[in-house]
């Protein structure tokens, strides 16, 4: 449109120019379609000069896009830097978008649980299967020898005794031993009365072996019996030697190495690795078998009623919103706001290495039409100021 318009203007000069002997309104209209084909070439230039060289001339100060656009790329990245990455500017839009609350409305919606966890647990197939056995068990193995090698056993230890005292379990726990004693006892009778047989001698009567062996399992039962007894003295040795033991995985070097030396062959033990090996090749075959059931999948479903039931508590609970969104606007600060010179740094970089005729269709692309407006205007502009000028100097000059 901005090219015919010109072409238009230059033919209705032409056209004037033919006419031997013009009147007022001949000059009047070829003024103005000149100065109008003077505002359209001008105009054209200037457009054209953004983007390329005017007809292929090296005219200075021209093809100012591909020319300039790594200091674009510098100029762009600045700007999102300081505008659209201002901490306080940030946190402003999160605090006014209420993200918990949106998160909330989303996840209740029961087709919008069900599609996330159908897409989360449709990306579990691929994600098992693209971890072989091998590489999975060095992980297991590296991540418990990482973690388990850096706590303190002898601490957790002590600090379990030190609970089991203070709840009273540890008399639970002292009960169930002596049961368990007392059953083993009982379910092994017969061999008891071989063992006191055997070890008799030959000349006492078998008779007797066998009541000295009742006697002794009796006994011995009567005796576990009475150590199911709170007040016992017995059971209140085992709470003296359980607090020992408690000062001594807490203070006494000897103790704490000797767990600690108990922990490092549990980890490096290969049984363990073997162990861990088992586990995951287990866990792998149910995961690929519920996901391979589709709806019925298992996982599915409870992904489903799970992220609806978070959604719906969200809603509910103004409390944990707060929190949410406090935690959101944390993680914005820590994770973005931080790296927001990088960012600027990266958006530079990539016009850096873009094709400067690569930049220069890009924009054209995207602002072209409207500077084509431009030259419209121009040409338009150029003709009523030609013909403005005409009458000036007809009338006034």
Do not use: C
Not at 220 to 245: I, N, Y
Not at 250 to 277: F, K, V, W
Not at 364 to 387: F, H, K, M, P, S
């Amino acid at each position: 449109m901005a090219t015919l318009l010109l072409v238009l203007m230059a033919g209705i000069f032409l056209s004037t120019k033919a006419i031997d002997d013009p009147g007022f309104w001949i000059l009047l209209i070829r003024a103005g379609a000149e100065a109008a084909m003077v505002g359209g070439l001008a105009d054209w230039f200037a457009v054209t000069a953004l983007f390329r060289r005017p007809l292929g001339l090296p005219i200075p100060h021209t093809a100012v896009i591909p020319a300039n656009k790594d200091r674009i790329g510098a100029g762009l990245g600045l700007f999102v830097e300081r505008n659209f990455l201002d901490p306080e500017l940030v946190t402003a839009k999160l605090r006014s978008l209420t993200p918990a609350r949106r998160i909330g409305t989303w996840l209740s919606d029961g087709a919008n649980a069900e599609k996330l966890a159908e897409r989360l647990a449709a990306a579990l197939p691929a994600l098992v299967e693209s971890l072989s056995d091998r590489e999975v068990r060095g992980f297991l193995a590296r991540a418990l020898e990482r973690q388990l090698g850096a706590i303190d056993l002898s601490a957790v230890l002590s600090r379990g005794l030190e609970i089991l005292r203070e709840s009273d379990r540890h008399h639970e726990l002292f009960d169930q031993i002596v049961r368990t004693a007392r059953q083993y006892l009982l379910d092994n009778q017969a061999r008891i009365y071989e063992a006191v047989e055997d070890r008799s001698r030959w000349w006492v009567p078998k008779g007797i072996d066998k009541r000295m062996a009742k006697a002794l399992i009796g006994g011995t039962a009567d005796l576990l019996d009475e150590l199911l007894q709170r007040g016992h003295p017995v059971r209140r040795q085992f709470e003296a030697s359980l607090d020992r033991l408690t000062e001594e995985l807490r203070n006494d070097p000897a103790r704490r190495d000797q767990i600690a030396a108990i922990q490092s062959e549990l980890l490096s033990n290969p049984r363990t690795q073997a162990y861990l090996g088992e586990v995951w090749g287990e866990l792998r075959g149910i995961l690929l078998r519920d996901a391979a059931a589709g709806r019925a999948s298992l996982l599915r479903q409870a992904l489903t009623g799970a992220l609806q039931s978070l959604g719906k508590g969200l809603l509910s609970d103004a409390e944990m919103q707060a929190r949410v969104d406090r935690g959101i606007e944390e993680a914005a600060k820590s994770w973005v706001l931080p790296w927001r010179h990088q960012i600027g740094h990266f958006i530079a970089e990539v016009v850096k290495s873009w094709d400067g005729n690569t930049v220069a269709k890009r924009v054209e692309i995207a602002v072209g039409r409207d500077l084509q407006y431009i030259r419209i205007n121009g040409t338009l502009v150029g003709g009523l100021v030609g013909i403005g000028i005409f009458l000036l100097s007809w009338y006034v000059l």
